[in-house]
């Protein structure tokens, strides 16, 4: 089932972009607003988890369903709405050619669908989405089901990054199509650096770092050499905010000006941290966000103080 198939609610970033915001009309500040950011619903990952058997476990995935159910519901209920809901990466937890990995995503775009056709869905590739070592065939296949892997949109005047990071991970097996986001991202810098925006913010699945930028590499942050690299890149651009998950618990830190947020999962925790979605306030001056859990969100929505920001023009 494609993505169409499942209802019209993806608004599939092609070309690079995405047509569900205007770059002409979307240019320009307009005052603050507000988006969703999730990351990892990892259809499968739960189950996996619970039997020690995170490689190649994950049959069932009743809990992510629901769990991602509960979440498109609470989105749906916000008021004033959301401009858009962002996926950072690991929709599902099988591999390209795993089993399941069909199932998984045909599932997933059926919750999908009932998120209100006027918040747009941003999604980011992420490991498992593509490969831990992409090819040109995942990468199609990825396309093909959700939309490029990487690409940028307008929103009240800020410049929104979405990268496939994989191919900041091991791109041993698709060099060229490495060698075209960076050059994509090039200009996308370019752009950003000589301040016609806003803001600017990226959007991708494994984190520049956890906590510091001097950390040791890890499994869940870029390794050194490539994340002083990137950091450096997008701090000289101007790029305030970088927002990730992979991680499956909160984290996150400052480097200079650029602010790195992890966000728990939508699904399977590894941590101390609830199933949740971030709130992300942007005014003109400051990006600011905030975790709940899909319970707080459900319930009690977004906090005034939140809320009086969108208020400022």
Not at 25 to 44: L, S, T, V
Not at 92 to 117: F, N, Y
Not at 193 to 205: E, L, N, S, T
Request: with cysteine; charged share 25%; proline share 4%.
């Amino acid at each position: 089932m494609s993505a169409e198939e499942a209802g019209g609610v993806f608004h599939k970033a092609q070309g690079r972009t995405l047509d569900a915001f205007s770059a002409e009309k979307e240019r320009e500040w307009k005052g603050p607003f507000y988006f969703i950011q999730g990351a990892d619903p990892q259809f499968g990952l739960m189950k996996a988890w619970s039997t020690g058997d995170s490689d190649s476990g994950g049959d069932e995935w009743e809990q992510e369903i629901r769990l991602t159910e509960q979440a498109v519901q609470a989105i749906n209920k916000l008021n004033p709405k959301p401009r858009f809901f962002v996926l950072c990466g690991d929709l599902i937890h099988a591999m390209p050619g795993a089993p399941w990995r069909k199932e998984q995503t045909e599932d997933l775009q059926r919750v999908l669908r009932h998120v209100d056709s006027e918040i747009p869905l941003v999604l980011v590739s992420g490991n498992h989405d593509v490969g831990n070592a992409p090819t040109p065939e995942t990468i199609a296949e990825f396309q093909q089901t959700w939309g490029d892997d990487y690409f940028s949109f307008w929103v009240g005047g800020v410049l929104f990054l979405v990268l496939n990071s994989q191919f900041l991970c091991d791109a041993s097996r698709c060099p060229a199509l490495k060698q075209a986001q960076d050059r994509w991202l090039e200009q996308q810098l370019s752009t950003a650096g000589q301040r016609k925006c806003q803001h600017a913010v990226v959007f991708q699945h494994i984190p520049l770092f956890l906590e510091s930028i001097d950390e040791d590499d890890d499994y869940f942050n870029l390794s050194k050499t490539v994340r002083k690299e990137m950091a450096d890149k997008f701090l000289k651009a101007g790029i305030r905010a970088v927002f990730s998950g992979h991680y499956h618990r909160n984290a996150g830190g400052t480097y200079k000006k650029l602010d790195m947020v992890v966000s728990s999962a939508l699904g399977c925790q590894m941590g101390k941290d609830t199933h949740g979605l971030r709130v992300v306030v942007v005014t003109a001056e400051k990006i600011i966000h905030r975790y709940y859990s899909l319970d707080e969100l459900s319930e009690r929505g977004i906090e005034d103080d939140l809320m009086d920001l969108m208020k400022k023009k």
